[in-house]
Structure formats: structure tokens, C-alpha cells
Nanobody
Framework: VQLQASGGGLVQPGGSLRLSCAAS????????MGWYRQGSGKQRELVAT???????NYADSVKGRFTISRDNAKNTVYLQMNSLKPEDTAVYYC??????????WGQGTLVTVSS
């Protein structure tokens, strides 16, 4: 499974961005898709995940501000990010997990929140 992420960029504090991640290849193996992020000098951390059935999970730091959604027909997952804060600045990575030990990562997209 290959993952192509897009949608990062520079935004002011309080602004919004939407990230997209399109999966290709053996997408029938996917069961969970998600977003992780890695800030400068920090470890990669979970942002949000969504199952093929639509169950979601969020990091406490983004609850109420970020929304993950999934279009199974398009094999695409989205991350709507609102009320962005400087501490949300990071490289955001898309992830897909599933059957036969599937654990694929996208190339990362940079989100910078700064005035």
C-alpha cells in the first residue's frame, strides 16, 4: 500500500488546514488509517485514527479541534484541523494498518503554525 499525503502549509494561529492522504495498491488490506506528527526534536506521536467502520480516536491535545474522516470509496483519509496553535507545528504523517502485518507510512507533510 502506498500513501500520498498533501495539504500542509503555513497558517496563522487560529487558522485551519485540511490534510488528505490517498492510498493506492492493495487497499483491501487496510483496516485503520491515521495521522501522526513529529515536531522538531520530538518523538512521533498519534494525532488521530479511524477504522474502516468509522470509529475514531484522538490525542487529547487535538480533541475538539481536529476531525478525522475517511472516504472508503476513494481510499482517502482527511484531517480537518481547526483552531491551530503554534504547538501543532510538525511534520504530519499518514499511516495505514491492516491485515498481513500491513503498516505503511506516507512521506509526511509539513504544517507550520506561525504569525
Amino acid at each position: 500500500v502506498q500513501l500520498q499525503a498533501s495539504g500542509g502549509g503555513l497558517v496563522q494561529p487560529g487558522g485551519s488546514l485540511r490534510l488528505s492522504c490517498a492510498a493506492s495498491g492493495s487497499t483491501f488490506r487496510i483496516r485503520v488509517m491515521g495521522w501522526y506528527r513529529q515536531g522538531s526534536g520530538k518523538q512521533r506521536e498519534l494525532v488521530a485514527t479511524i477504522t474502516s467502520g468509522g470509529n475514531t480516536n484522538y490525542a487529547d491535545s487535538v480533541k475538539g479541534r481536529f476531525t478525522i474522516s475517511r472516504d472508503n470509496a476513494k481510499n482517502t483519509v482527511y484531517l480537518q484541523m481547526n483552531s491551530l496553535k503554534p504547538e501543532d507545528t510538525a511534520v504530519y504523517y499518514c499511516n495505514a494498518r491492516g491485515v498481513n502485518f500491513l503498516d505503511s507510512w506516507g512521506q509526511g507533510t509539513l504544517v507550520t503554525v506561525s504569525s
